[in-house]
């Protein structure tokens, strides 16, 4: 069974605290992303990567930054957390498309909720 | 790609159908999406489209696309309570160098409530 797993369910940090979100893929998937979910707001991209080493900013980069040293761990950063960053962090994978019979599906992690007070 | 609309709310009884609506604006995704997002979870693929597609049937699921109003529609038959989800409409991004970065534009996600 494909996973995506994020390490933390629920985290409470306060302002100013350095965060690490993990997450780590098991499908050998070359793409990653940070993706962070508020009411009415859907999904914003943050960063995502498509290689090792590799990143690129999304939508909403600011506050945030990102490291994938591996190929299945793309880690999220929050520098020094505030209380606008409180929200759903999902994480997602997927093959580069193109590949023979790769619809370019993105698989989610569970999320992460995240408060900073 | 970066303007994917869908109503925020939906509300049927248990039995009748479900339709989600969402326009899109990239002319040249190559796929089309529907995720779902049950409460306190990650999102789930629920069933996708190829550009080249009309419609798709999946058991109780009927995905409609309309290339040329760039409208996509899912359709759920028999609706149950267990249906009650945010459902997200998604786009890959263009056809040039950026698709093979796989990123996915997603609307903002519309509500169904089904009441018994």
């Known amino acids: 069974d494909v996973k995506v797993t994020q390490s933390s369910r629920y985290l409470v940090k306060r302002t100013g605290e350095k965060v690490f979100l993990e997450c780590v893929q098991d499908?050998?998937?070359?793409?990653m992303f940070w993706y962070r979910q508020d009411p009415g707001l859907g999904l914003r991209l943050i960063y995502f990567?498509?290689?090792?080493?590799?990143?690129e900013k999304g939508d909403i980069p600011e506050g945030y930054s990102v490291s994938r040293e591996k190929k299945e761990r793309f880690s999220l950063i929050l520098e020094s957390a505030s209380t606008n960053q409180t929200s759903m962090y999902l994480c997602?994978?997927?093959?580069?498309?193109?590949?023979?019979?790769?619809?370019?599906?993105?698989?989610f992690g569970e999320g992460s909720r995240l408060t900073v007070l | 790609g970066e303007d994917v609309e869908q109503s925020l709310f939906l509300s049927v009884r248990e039995g009748d159908s479900s339709v989600i609506n969402c326009t899109y604006t990239?002319?040249?995704?190559?796929?089309l999406y529907w995720y779902k997002q049950e409460p306190g979870a990650g999102l789930q693929l629920l069933t996708y489209i190829f550009s080249n597609m009309d419609m798709k049937q999946d058991q109780r699921l009927t995905v409609l696309l309309n290339k040329k109003d760039k409208h996509l529609s899912l359709r759920i038959a028999d609706t149950q309570t267990g249906d009650s989800a945010i459902y997200f409409c998604a786009e890959s991004y263009g056809s040039d160098g950026g698709s093979t970065l796989g990123r996915l534009y997603f609307g903002r996600g519309t509500q169904l409530t089904v009441w018994p």
């Open positions: 990239d002319s040249s995704s190559t796929y």
């Open positions: 499908m050998d998937h070359e793409n």
């Open positions: 990567s498509y290689d090792v080493k590799m990143k």
């Open positions: 997602a994978s997927s093959h580069t498309t193109g590949s023979a019979g790769n619809t370019g599906e993105l698989f």
